[in-house]
């Protein structure tokens, strides 16, 4: 039998392999699936898929976070809210996040570790860092656009925005004036 072909391209370590996940960095991501039956320990579970980011060779991966809805928690649902658009500054309703689904935003992805028994044990994983989420709009991130595959992925999305017909259906309520935050796209 031949040797069998592998790559580690873009691994710094053993760790960066097979965990389909992204490394830490900062990137633009889409919401590419939502679960809010609140089946799993009373969260809303979100997956992101990287799109581009200031880390290489990360577009594709997919990072699955735990949004908890606790008190102490809520404030990050309504952080990812704001920043796909379901909810706008000084709104106050229900919101679905099924309707975040094939929105982007940029998110800052950290290394992961925990506390049992006293112990801060080693970094498992990667997470969305507590309150890193950004609308593409937002000027705090507006370094991000300086990346060149994060400004061609802006650009594109973008492009596509713009070649679809508008949709034929009946105007929906007023949308509320975005220049104070940014565009989505």
Same mark, same amino acid.
């Given at each position: ?19 389909g /996940? ?12 939502? *679960?809010e039956?609140?089946? /799993?320990? &009373? ?5 992101? @898929? ?23 928690s ?9 920043? !796909?658009?379901?909810?706008?500054? +000084?709104?106050?309703?229900? !919101? ?6 094939g929105?982007?935003?940029? !998110?800052?992805? @950290? ?6 028994? +006293? ?16 609308? !593409?709009?937002?000027? *705090?991130?507006? *370094? ?8 061609? /992925? ?22 509320? &004036?975005?220049?104070?935050?940014? /565009?989505?796209?």
């Amino acid at each position: 039998m031949a040797g069998l072909s592998l790559s580690a391209k873009g691994a710094k370590s053993e760790s960066d392999v097979a965990s389909g /996940k992204p490394c830490k960095g900062r990137f633009l991501m889409m919401v590419k699936g939502v *679960d809010e039956t609140m089946e /799993k320990k &009373d969260d809303i579970i979100v997956d992101f @898929e990287v799109l581009a980011g200031n880390v290489p060779d990360q577009k594709g991966k997919i990072l699955t976070e735990y949004f908890k809805t606790t008190p102490k928690s809520i404030c990050r649902l309504t952080r990812l809210a704001l920043c !796909v658009g379901l909810l706008q500054p +000084g709104e106050e309703k229900d !919101v679905s996040f099924m309707g975040a689904v094939g929105r982007v935003l940029f !998110v800052e992805v @950290e290394d992961h570790s925990y506390v049992k028994d +006293g112990e801060t044990k080693p970094t498992e994983s990667v997470r969305v860092s507590f309150a890193g989420m950004w609308s !593409v709009g937002n000027p *705090d991130v507006a *370094d991000l656009h300086q990346v060149p595959e994060i400004a061609a /992925k802006i650009a594109e999305l973008r492009g596509q925005q713009s070649q679809q017909p508008p949709a034929q259906t009946p105007p929906q309520t007023p949308q509320p &004036d975005m220049n104070k935050w940014g /565009k989505l796209l």
